[in-house]
């Protein structure tokens, strides 16, 4: 599907060639440059057909290879740009908490069921997977040295359910202050009221372990088998850490404050204490501390690795528990963060941002041997290792996160979890690698869908690589659903395609760039600074000089301040009652000038609105330029109090673009974020034909302005923003600026845009739809 898999399969050709195909490497070629993609004309024809969004013929010319003579030498390739090259299995349509046994045999996840947590034990030694016990209860932690498990289980009271109903009820209506104090209550009542279990994995018997007096937090088992318990004796002011190995829990740390657990290996206790890393020596009690983040210990418990402060560079720190000494792995004036261990403490991996996006390196315990592994201008993010010569690396921002395998030494990448479809994102969330890396847990919407509570839970194997048939039905089903999505799309725009493409066609990149150079010299447009205002007055004078009788809709969000949206009305000559709207936001977080988020969306809307004048439809158009999105959906939940109070007038559908201008590579493409299947389709229907735009898609409204569209009016929402969401390194920071952002692309958004919102204008109703 996606073209973060294109180069990867390009590699993985190269791989299956002959060594006649290949570059040999030279001493002056670094190692991540020594294997250059050579490959066929047959795969070049499929895959710049891929590259281009012309997924018909792509996925035409991959069957013709895979059915012919050489089709094992394109299998891994075709595989890797199409979706997965290894194995995955669904474990649950409702798991997290991934967690394995110490033998890889045995994994855990944790389901939700109303207000009750369930862990699951599931075997993975067979063929197929085998759940082997549930039990009610969270954070499951597996013994590195004994075949049994510990979690927690919760009594639950009047109390703890009434603080759960309250901040389920925040979040629903986006009251994410309350919903946070009232998440710390249900934190402090499940400590509170918790219990201690242990497992045995070979009998499936449990045990309760006795900690009188203590609100539990979370568990944690050390190296040599020992379990320890995170709480306090009912105090929130502080949390300890208690070794569960005697007939009482024994309380290891003194000091007054949230301590966090980092490991132990039988000798030695780690953990942080606000800003610091703790060693502590447990037969003497002496103690080290370094000013640290990000602790790590390595999985034989010989190392540990962290990140500190050195004047003004920050640098890596690797420490010998045995010896209790410390090298300097890394010195560097850029930041570093998320130190990851080797098993056996010999090798470092480590992100470091030498531009303004994370890249991850690998560097010897001794501070020698530094590897770049990553260069991809999104951030690359939490390695681990695979062995010593593998990492699993994920990249983008936490709401579309992906993950995939690097070979050290040569820097070669290649995507590991996919949906396996052509169109729609499976954004992951959490990973567990096997402790013999054959396997990973992944917690993912492979569905696409991040709006239903539940995320998949799945497991992939690395033993496992797809077959030719298998591969074959992939592609013929992804081929099918393409064939069936584009002839649906050219009926819904059959009538009305002649009207379209002159509108689209007077849509220029050039006015896209003046606006966004106009809104960038204003810098932040944060919704009690100066900027603000100075957008409203621009809008205004544009949408005039258009033709347009502005609204502009003040409000005062708060005592002593004003705000306002800017709406311009394009009256319906049909049904001028029923209301299309298409949206976006023009305010920014306060420390950036905001040009991608979402300047991306307003220019896109003010093209939108000049080549739309003088150019009415059967329902009323409406151009709503909406303020302090970024403060908790202000001008959004103005403009729906609005439009709820208009007897007169109804809200039918709604287009809300946030995002999208920033271009990763030379691909023009974004995601379709939808409430409503039926706009998802228009919006595909009406890139492929009238924009160079590729489109990807994604259940996906929840905390933003459509967001509150949704919650006023239901599944009459879609919009577009960025691939992979959110993915830019320059969200929400200093350097969101006017040269980061493409207006080519911002164009193309422009016209999808524009024809999505001419079909809906069409009708004044949207067909009804799933939400």
Known sequence: MLHRFLLAGFVALLASFPATAQVAPTAAVPPALAAVPVTTPQYDSAYYAWQAGDYPAALQRFERMLTGPKASDVLEPIALVTGELYL?????????????????????????TGPARIIHFVSLAGEAPRETGVVSGFGVVFSPAKDEAAYLAVTETPELAAARAAMDQAIKVQDFQIANRARGDVTRLEAA???????????????????????????????????YLLGNANDVTRRDVYSLAGT???????TPRIKTFVGATGTHLIYNDSGLVRVKNLATGDVQQFPATGATLSADGSTLAYVAPAGKDTVLNVYTIASGQTVIAKQTPFALANPALSADGKRVAFQMMPREDWEVYVVENDGTGETRVTRDPQDDLLPAFIGNDRLLVKKGEGRHRRSYLYHIATANESRLFHNNTVRTVSPEYAWALSPDGSKVLIEADRDGNTISPEHGLYVTDLGKRVTAAQLLDRIRSQAAGEKDLRARGMQMFAAIAPRVRPIVADISSDRIYT????????????????????????????LKSWGYEPDVQ??????????????????GTKFPQKIHVMSAHFDTVERAPGSDDDGTGVTALLEAARVMAGHPQPATIQFAFLTGEETGGLGAREFVRRAKADSSAQLVG???????????????????????DYLRDVEHAAAIQFSKLITYDARYYRGTDAGTFYDAYGPIVSGIGGYPILASPHYHETHDVLETISPHLIAEIARTSVASIILMAQQPELPKTTS
């Open 554 to 571: 003040w409000f005062e969000p708060r005592p002593g301040l004003l705000a306002a949206n800017v709406v311009a009305t394009l009256k």
């Open 515 to 542: 606006y966004s150079k106009v809104l960038f010299q204003m810098d932040t447009r944060q919704v009690t600074k100066p900027g603000n205002l100075k957008a409203i007055e621009y809008f205004v004078a544009l």
């Open 248 to 254: 009482a829990p024994k309380q290891l740390t003194d």
């Open 193 to 227: 009221n918790s219990r201690v279990r242990v497992r045995d994995l070979a009998t499936g018997t449990d045990r309760d372990v006795a900690t009188p007096g203590l609100s539990t937090v979370s568990l944690a088992y050390g190296r040599d088998g020992t379990l």
């Open 654 to 676: 709604v287009l809300n673009n946030d995002m999208g201008g920033w271009m990763e590579d030379g691909r023009y493409d974004d995601t379709i974020r939808y409430a409503s």
């Open 88 to 112: 995955t299995t669904e474990l649950s349509a409702d798991g997290s908490q991934p967690r394995w046994s110490r033998d890889s045999k045995t994994a855990a996840f944790t389901s939700v």
